[in-house]
């Protein structure tokens, strides 16, 4: 009995397994062989250039750290524009009231506008103001008593050249400008208290903040010096030096001066000898204004004749048409006739 179980059930097994070498030599032997191959379903696009119309009324025109917005001056008001939809804000501000200098901060979508009053008694004056690009809002700066920001001009003609700042601390340095050349620094805290910065000589170029310790920087233009707050700057004077930037890790960028031209540029914490910084050769020596430094430790040459923007310390260069506006955050943006492009940067 067992052992006609054991026949009956080998013989089908040997019927199927010979079914399927026949189909096996008959079919799938003549067969085409098939590749399977993974298809990316996801098609890769060239970045779009993409460009926005700008009044030919419009000065002062600047871009956000993101480049999503676009800012600039016409018939005395702030306009703002979004670069993507192309929404255009009109930032009100009051009737009298003159606007002296405003800036993006470097890491948001913010801006610190100085607009220029006159009080009741005829004084000048400066007051401060944040426009909130989320919630477009914005904030009159007033201290932790609530008194407003205000600050006294020599005269009505003075006016607010630069406002440098530390976005880690919330402080700012603001540099005015009187009509004898003759400068002043005010410094705001992170209570918005304001505080005049007393100074070797009256006579200033660019100023900088650094970015951890909030050391103000200056050019002393008198003493062809450069002044940092904590740097013993009697023993080890910075002679013949220019203020380039500062990026976040705290390093100071600073071009060698020669015959008002830079011909290289150093950089390194202040804290070490100037003599082990960094350099970055420069092939022939170069106005200042062609130089850009950004918070993440780029060192930009912009060579306006031939339209390229050269990394100075990878030698990659991104090409543009027109004028550079901005550098920003992975783009850059440059005006050319009416509109204003913005394309990746290498």
């Not at 750290?65 to 930032?91: A, M, Q, R």
């Not at 004898?180 to 620094?185: A, E, G, L, T």
């Not at 022939?284 to 004749?305: A, C, I, M, P």
Request: aromatic share 8%; with cysteine.
């Amino acid at each position: 009995m067992i052992k006609k179980l054991i026949i009956w059930t080998v013989i089908p097994i040997s019927i199927e397994l010979c079914a399927f070498m026949y189909v096996d030599k008959s079919y799938l032997s003549q067969s085409n062989v098939v590749e399977i191959v993974k298809v990316n379903d996801k098609i890769e696009e060239k970045p779009k250039l993409q460009n926005i119309s700008i009044s030919d009324k419009a000065k002062d025109i600047k871009v956000s750290y993101d480049g999503k917005y676009v800012s600039y001056e016409e018939d005395g008001s702030l306009k703002l524009l979004d670069f993507n939809s192309g929404d255009l804000i009109n930032i009100e501000k009051d009737k009298n009231n003159l606007i002296s200098y405003y800036t993006w901060l470097p890491d948001r979508n913010r801006l610190y506008i100085a607009e220029k009053v006159t009080s009741n008694g005829g004084r000048p004056l400066i007051k401060m103001y944040s426009y909130d690009v989320d919630k477009k809002e914005k904030y009159e700066w007033v201290d932790n008593h609530e008194n407003k920001t205000e600050i006294e001009l020599q005269s009505k003609l003075s006016e607010v050249k630069e406002i440098a700042m530390s976005t880690l601390s919330s402080l700012a340095y603001i540099k005015i400008e009187n009509p004898d050349k003759k400068y002043s620094i005010y410094r705001i805290n992170v209570m918005t208290q304001l505080e005049k910065v007393k100074l070797k000589n009256t006579q200033v170029g660019k100023i900088g903040v650094t970015t951890t310790d909030d050391r103000l920087i200056y050019e002393d233009k008198k003493l062809n010096r450069l002044i940092i707050e904590g740097y013993n700057n009697a023993k080890k004077p910075l002679d013949n030096l220019l203020f380039l930037g500062v990026d976040y890790d705290n390093l100071i960028y600073l071009g060698v001066k020669q015959e008002e031209k830079i011909s290289e540029i150093l950089y390194g914490n202040v804290d070490e000898p100037i003599e082990k910084w960094s350099k970055v050769k420069l092939d022939k020596s170069t106005e200042r204004e062609q130089l850009r430094v950004t918070l993440n430790g780029q060192v930009y040459l912009d060579s306006s004749e031939n339209h390229e923007l050269i990394d100075l310390k990878t030698n990659k260069k991104s090409t543009y048409e027109g004028k550079l506006v901005a550098i920003c955050e992975n783009s850059i943006a440059y005006l050319n006739n009416g509109k204003l492009y913005k394309v990746p940067v290498k």
